[in-house]
């Protein structure tokens, strides 16, 4: 026999169990109670619309060898849970993801969760279809996207979110505050990740909750209660209750062993002192749950159930199933004045040297991808307007859907697996080609001039080329010996006349141009290089598959003029008949660098000084406004850190930007500047080394340079990665300081090495000086302003005074240990042989002086960055008389109006009911223009001039509810004293009915429902 | 602009997705079609009682560092998986958890499982506690385990099991196949591990479903069908469904991604396909489940309705929601004749080199204290039937659910964690704790002579001495000198009258022992060691927390005869008066070795020979047989194989016998042979080395030897763990072969490197050989038989002709990879100081002429070990006469009767409805003795004098279902043409309600109700 098992168990006849278990009904009616603290547990889900999985592979749970994560099984397993206990309560935010599967429900279970939403069960937060980006969005997209998820949920469920709920976003900007948060009509904000110092700080003064003002101009008027969490959006420490989870579960059967009432309820009381101790009023929130929790969603609520049972039997504290607005309106009751944060929460450290700055950049490709598509969406939704929204497809709706879920947080962003950047730009690519058609139809269509409403099958077909970035466009890229004319319809998305430089390839020099009206117009032929010929020729067969056939020999540029939502026509004809003179005139000069002199560019009033020698920039001159200013542009690279393999330091990586020294990269001198001359463009080339081409445009009729740049494949065979950076430096004496724009809407103050609310230690002197660049970034002096616009979201600085810097691209070998497990290695492959990613982009740049600004063109040519014309190709047949049978030119608009220079539609879409949404933004902060920063107004008659108005209803932002219902909800929250109220904010009036004028006070977008 | 990803995007247009998903209803109604391939999709979970984490972590799902595991989450999540489709089905086997979970439903819930259970779509399998073990457990564990969960299924939901379901023992035994499959009523048996060698060859001749006679006595009448699984109990690769798993579910929204039902399809049928390839008739079973499986119930169930769906769409194979009872009713009706296959499924290795051998032995400890326990338990019974079960308690059903769970396959078989261990043996400790004082108050109601049934409050105190094995008895170590008496009362279970030895420590020498007329008897001392007394202070203060305040200074030992299921009474009182004569009579004479002539010992018939120099064993004669033979005893450990560290070798371990090496162990010369040597029983002490000391004792009237080993701590500080064995060798030529008991039940014969059922190719000579133990290992020769019967379960073998081996204990240092990941090192600890575990056990042996042969002793004497007598200690008042005032002398059973020499009472037992399960056990198999293999009577009438029996039925073997019920329903299956139907099998006939005269045949068990 044993000795020591029996001697053992001997010895412990002391822990004798309790007679035999029973069924226990758990108390979970608590409600809030006065003079407690209570403890908000707010069970939810946090579901990444892609990341490591693509968003379809999250929602049915493939993939599982990435990430087990299966967003069904949340919704699937939340119903039974809350229909087992009334009070329970459940919070969904991304709506990509529930539409996904309320699609696949049957009508009963649809029912059911009905019920579940009206009984307040489950509620609906944030309630865009995903929870977007702040640093790498466009505001109009976050506007977009959170609408379609509004439009869903009052549609089927009658609701209105209240609550902005962007917990896990890395860094929070102002226009997510005040435009995505007031705005939308929400009464808070939650999130978790804000700079590590700044949160020590507001733990230190209990101001982690605040009343957040994010715009200037609007002020006090779209401000919002926000509270960044204590830690993250995660349960505390020991709190996690997921399937396998190892928390310890509350184990109070008392015939079994291991009984730990008391333990957990000391642990529960614990932890929620200790968030009290930080915290204003006594209420605080436990964020109970993280990403893709809530798989079987009952093992967290029948945790939770036994805490509210046990701990309000124990009576220290006091906890509760709540939601977050449940939270919010106790925090409201509780009368308390908040502190004021003004600005933003950028950028975003969540520990020393660990600046979530690289992400600003990150995958720049998609970046310009989801830029361009947006301006795309919104020029298609007018036209599929004009034409009349086609029930039977083909829509704009499946670029809208893609668009949406791009605005994610590990999409734009470009945190997300190689393989979800993939399907971004698959699903993008789907919702373009169909969106592609809408376009052609409706402008066949327009053209026809048949009725606007009732086009069914147009005979104009029309080609658009969305690979011109590539000098790739089969449609103009023709013959055109046969006697047949290229027509191009050129299509302005915006709301004033506009003229601009457009460039096709043609394949030889016997071109000529006519205008709508059939007069012959100025054009201008460039040399297409063999460089950019190799480039367009294999990134085709990259990814068409196959080599383009014919090689285009010039880019064929000529001035277009187009009325406001509008288009005109141009005809490109053979022209061997029309001489060789008028050919010679349009062919470029050429010069060349390694000279001593000088070289000036510029075909107008703003000319750029090259260095003979060197070919370097030197000097910016505008003739007109008598600006001058020395100039220098350069590149560097930045290498990143943590490719010493050591697993303690922090590298470089998708989210975070960590430099280990920075390198010049100086142009290698044999490859010669070349300029090219026209009368309508002036071009610099300029070949940095083997991996940079740089090209500086400046056009007659503008006073900006376009610099565009092709950057890479980034070469790593040095076994380091690189993130390429170009400075572009004035002797601006910008005193550390420089402004950068809000998702390209409000521009904030940055100051170098500086923050305004806490005292900063500087540990990254670069990086920590990273903001986000939506539409520019801009300094000043005394005498001057220098802006630089860009094409897309990059992260930019101005790292020394009177300079800017922009980050354009980023090729890197060491994952920085935020999860998304990849290096940030971008390729493009041609049969399985791959190389670095090459980056195609445009920035423009401008000086004005002092007393003018920069603002007017900021914004307006901001706009048409935005908003490029929209180019579609057709051929007339032989002989046919196009002018005689279609419309050559038209405005959606009244042929004498304009929208004011301040005003632009920011959307014009035809909803499925029939009705319009239209939303109107001032463009103008106050005080950015002393002419422009006024209010504006709109006379709706002559923006839809054919159409009657029978009803015009002003919303939210997302159009979930009436904009006056909205105020009468408003909460009004008490802010400390001494806080200043800002300054006077104007807002436009009510539209009367009779006049249909809309107003626009500076900064202000107002959104209106039109029935016609 | 991006150039890649844009074109990329083009690229993929061409999977345009379908329109909007919506709800689904998939088609589960299928049946068995008969044309078809029938694919068995049997939802199960596989819930170990114990393993990583104790049962109740497993219930509740804590501790989930060790291991992410939960039964209330399958059990909470498989009811409205159930309800939500009437098609699905699940079997559930573990009625630990299960009782657990339905303790804690509300009755509302119970009514809707108890509907399921009514439906069909939940079925209980095998039903008893826990998947016992089947290498290291009891047949009467076995019987009772399973009894323990049929009763309460029967009461709760009146249902009876129909399948025997092992699926992860490890190797299976000839009693699981016949008895505690065949005998409990099971239509089939399905079991995974088998022999690999054994698998291949089955799978190649379609023989891995067979119909089992797993005993020779009861042949086809004790058969059973009996499935192997193709690979183990899980789904075919790439089919595991768990909220995390990895398998590809089914895609099949066309509106999203990645659709892949025709992909899914194939694979299916092509696994389905590659199974039908090795399986006769064509129905085959998926296991479709895990180890912890159905945490979410729904995400299987969900996967599983659309293969359903799909596969049956496609309708090359038929998939269908199946049980093993609908299984085995298809395989039945198919009319197939089977292979028969008989004996066992021991030993079991998985791969070559893994034989799992070392399980037989592993935590020897724990096994004693379970063979302790399990004849405790037994004896209990008794007595509470004796007294009266108490509807307040205490009650012998704690420990009956301790034993039920150590019977799991990860519990008495040593295959578990230390933690879990420890918490197997607190249960048992527990359950003894109780147990104790049912059996104090019944011996104390019965010797007060109050009624036997309404004994409430017997004044008597009785105290037990459950740590006699290591010399600790504090209710005899104490000071008799105040003229009170000891008073002993000795319990005997078995129902013969039987006279044995017992001893007791006593603090001096002046004592005196009575019998129950008063009489003095003769007793004999044996000095306590100070070995011993070592040992005992160590672990008292390990295990108790305190150290012993007396030291004993002898073993008191005297001869006692009790009546059957009865008790006698021994008195010790203070023999100071009695002088000094008896003591010297009693002292026991000492003989030390070291000299040069041999020393034999024995004080009767039986004499073992020693040499004088070595103290080596030499020879066993008895003096009455004629007996004479050679003998030689050594000791020895196998360096387990891993210690180099390697990943790819297989390391010995708890599961695996992996020896690299033998090394025999020399006495080291330096302690010398000790003889004690008295009237009653003669000693023999030697210390083997300074870890292994061996007490051999001769008993006046018994013809064995007893051996008591203690055997550590293992040393380790070579780096190197050790298995110890002993060897006792006799110059028998055993030819090879030699018998194992299965379960302590029926005899095995064995044969070296051998198989019956396939040619085998041996690897590991040893391991390889290696058998369970539960009851005794023999071999033969033309003259003798030599048997060596245990006290636990322990692995032995026969290596050599005419040697018997057997592993004593294991201490190991490396993880043989099998799940457990520990190291199988046993430690017992004192203020934090740790050393290896000792074990003391014991074995006898004795060799019987060939005529004669061992059965009637191995089964007598079996019986014996495995009912030691039961001592209860109080003491009574001075001048107090015990006498008049007690009962000494008790039997339950008529006071003219005993039972016949070849029957056991297995089972007495008052249920709680006040009726009897009695169960009756023919002891013998057919020739195993002369005299004893024939039909045995039982009159109840005198086994029962004091109670009119009103009504009997005889049931199962787990008493679940009357007998005659359960052999109407008995599948009679058609076997191979050319296969025996084995010998002629007797039965005993029906128990006529006027003579209550139960006939057994050879090996049978027959349970039956009673009422009284």
Redesign the interface.
């Known amino acids: 026999?044993?000795?020591?098992?029996?001697?053992?168990?001997?010895?412990?006849?002391t822990?004798?169990?309790s007679s035999?278990?029973?069924?226990?009904?758990y108390n979970t009616t608590s409600t809030i109670v006065p003079g407690k603290l209570n403890v908000h547990l707010v069970p939810h889900t946090h579901d990444d619309v892609g990341w490591l999985k693509?968003v379809?592979?999250y929602?049915?749970?493939?993939?599982?060898?990435m990430q087990?994560a299966?967003v069904q099984?949340v919704l699937?397993?939340l119903v039974?849970a809350l229909l087992a206990d009334k009070n329970r309560k459940f919070i969904y935010v991304e709506q990509a993801f529930f539409q996904?599967w309320w699609?696949?429900?049957?009508?009963a279970l649809q029912n059911t969760v009905k019920q579940l939403v009206n009984s307040g069960q489950l509620e609906f937060i944030n309630g865009g279809m995903c929870m977007h980006d702040e640093a790498a969005t466009h505001y109009i997209d976050m506007i977009d996207q959170t609408t379609l998820g509004h439009q869903f949920l009052k549609q089927e469920f009658g609701v209105t979110p209240r609550i902005g709920w962007q917990i896990d976003p890395f860094g929070h900007s102002a226009v997510q505050a005040y435009l995505l948060g007031a705005e939308v009509g929400f009464d808070s904000l939650f999130f978790a990740r804000i700079d590590y110092q700044d949160r020590a700080k507001r733990k230190n003064d209990k101001s982690l909750e605040v009343v957040w003002r994010g715009s200037k101009s609007l002020g006090s008027s779209a401000q919002i209660f926000s509270g960044a969490f204590p830690e993250n959006y995660e349960p505390p420490n020991n709190f996690y209750f997921e399937?396998?989870?190892?928390?310890?579960?509350i184990?109070d059967?008392t015939?079994?062993?291991?009984y730990n009432v008391p333990e957990r309820v000391n642990e529960f009381v614990s932890a929620a002192i200790s968030q009290a101790n930080i915290t204003r009023t006594n209420h605080i929130m436990w964020t109970m749950g993280t990403d893709f929790k809530y798989?079987?969603a009952?093992?967290w609520f029948?945790q939770m159930d036994k805490f509210i049972n046990y701990v309000n039997q124990d009576g220290r504290v006091h906890a509760l199933y709540s939601t977050p607005s449940i939270y919010t309106d106790a925090k409201y009751a509780a009368n308390e004045a908040w502190p004021i944060k003004t600005e933003d929460y950028f950028p975003y450290a969540d520990r020393v040297n660990a600046y979530w700055t690289g992400y600003f950049t990150s995958?720049?490709?998609?970046?310009?991808?989801v830029?361009?598509m947006s301006g795309y969406y919104l020029a298609a939704r007018q036209l599929e307007f004009f034409k009349g929204k086609s029930a039977s497809g083909p829509k704009t709706d499946s670029l809208a859907d893609a668009l949406a879920i791009a605005q994610h947080h590990d999409a734009v962003s470009g945190t997300e697996k190689q393989h979800v950047?993939?399907?971004y730009?698959?699903r993008?690519?789907?919702g373009?080609?169909e969106a592609e058609k809408v376009v052609a139809a409706s402008l066949a269509c327009i053209l026809e001039a048949t009725s606007k409403t009732n086009c069914t099958s147009p005979k104009t077909q029309f080609y658009q080329c969305?690979?011109l970035?590539?000098t790739y466009c089969p449609a103009s890229e023709v013959d055109l010996s046969n006697g047949k004319n290229l027509v191009i319809v050129v299509y302005n998305p915006l709301g004033w006349k506009r003229e601009d430089v457009i460039r096709i390839p043609v394949i030889n020099e016997n071109v000529g141009v006519r205008d709508s009206s059939g007069k012959e117009i100025q054009s201008q032929l460039l040399p297409i290089l063999n460089a950019s010929l190799a480039?367009r020729n294999y990134?085709?067969k990259?990814?068409?598959?196959a080599s383009p056939t014919v090689n285009p020999k010039y880019w064929l540029a000529f001035s277009v003029a187009v009325p406001p939502l509008g288009f005109s026509t141009y005809y490109i004809s053979s022209a061997k008949q029309s001489g060789a003179a008028t050919i010679s005139d349009r062919k470029t000069a050429y010069q060349s660098g390694n000279q001593s002199q000088s070289i000036e560019v510029g075909p107008g009033n703003l000319k750029l000084v090259y260095s003979g020698n060197e070919g370097k920039l030197t000097d910016y001159i505008n003739t007109r406004s008598k600006v001058k200013e020395s100039i220098d542009q350069t590149y560097s690279f930045y290498v990143g850190y943590g490719n010493d393999g050591t697993q303690t330091s922090q590298a470089s990586g998708a989210y975070i930007f960590r430099p280990n020294g920075t390198f010049p990269i100086k142009s290698e001198g044999k490859f010669p500047l070349t300029v090219l001359k026209g009368p309508i463009i002036h071009e610099v080339h300029q070949q940095i080394n083997s991996w940079i081409y740089q090209t500086t445009r400046l056009y007659k009729g503008k006073e900006h340079a376009e610099v565009e740049f092709i950057v890479g494949p980034i070469p790593i065979d040095d076994g380091f990665g690189k993130e390429i950076a170009t400075q572009i430096k004035t002797n601006l004496a910008s005193n550390k300081t420089f402004y950068s724009d809000s998702n390209g809407r409000d521009f904030i103050t940055r100051i170098r090495n500086y923050r305004k609310d806490w005292d900063l230690q500087v540990n990254q002197p670069v990086a920590g000086n990273y903001y986000p660049i939506n539409l520019g970034i801009y300094l000043r002096d005394e005498s001057k302003e220098f802006s630089v616009l860009v094409?897309?979201s990059v992260g930019g600085s101005s790292l020394v005074d009177g300079q800017v810097e922009l980050m354009l691209h980023r090729r890197l070998l060491q994952d920085d240990g935020r999860g998304v497990g990849e290096a940030l290695n971008?390729t493009?492959c041609v049969n399985d042989k791959c190389t670095g990613?090459?980056?195609?982009?445009?920035y423009y740049l401008r000086i004005d002086p002092a007393e003018e600004g920069g603002g007017r063109w900021r914004r307006s040519f901001g706009q048409e960055i935005y908003s490029p014309l929209l180019l579609a190709f057709t051929q007339d047949e032989v002989g046919d008389n196009w002018t005689n049978s279609h419309l050559t030119t038209f405005s959606g608009m009244d042929s004498s109006y304009t929208l004011p220079d301040n005003v632009a539609i920011l959307t014009l879409q035809e909803l499925d009911d029939g009705k319009l949404l239209l939303r109107l933004a001032h463009l103008y902060e106050i005080g950015e223009d002393k002419d422009l920063s006024v209010m504006a107004t709109v006379e709706l008659k002559k923006v839809f001039p054919n159409k009657k108005i029978k009803q015009i209803s002003e919303t939210s932002l997302s159009a979930n509810q009436e904009r006056s219902e909205m105020e009468k909800k408003r909460l009004v929250w008490k802010v400390e004293e001494g806080t200043s109220q800002g300054p006077h904010v104007s807002r436009g009036g009510p539209v009367e009915a009779e006049k249909l004028v809309v107003q626009l006070a500076p900064m202000e977008i107002r959104t209106f429902i039109l029935s016609f």
Chains 1, 2 share one sequence.
């Open positions: 026999m044993a000795i020591p098992v029996l001697l053992c168990a001997v010895l412990l006849v822990s004798v169990l035999k278990s029973k069924y226990i009904q693509t379809d592979q929602y049915v749970g493939s993939n599982k060898y087990g299966c099984n699937d397993s039974p996904r699609r696949e429900q049957s009508e399937v396998n989870d190892d928390s310890p579960i184990q059967d015939s079994l062993f291991d798989q079987y009952h093992t029948r995958r720049p490709a998609i970046k310009g991808y830029r361009v950047a993939n399907d730009a698959k993008l690519s789907i373009y080609t969305p690979l970035n590539i480039l990134h085709v990259a990814y068409l598959g094409d897309r971008e493009v990613l090459s980056v195609v982009g445009k």
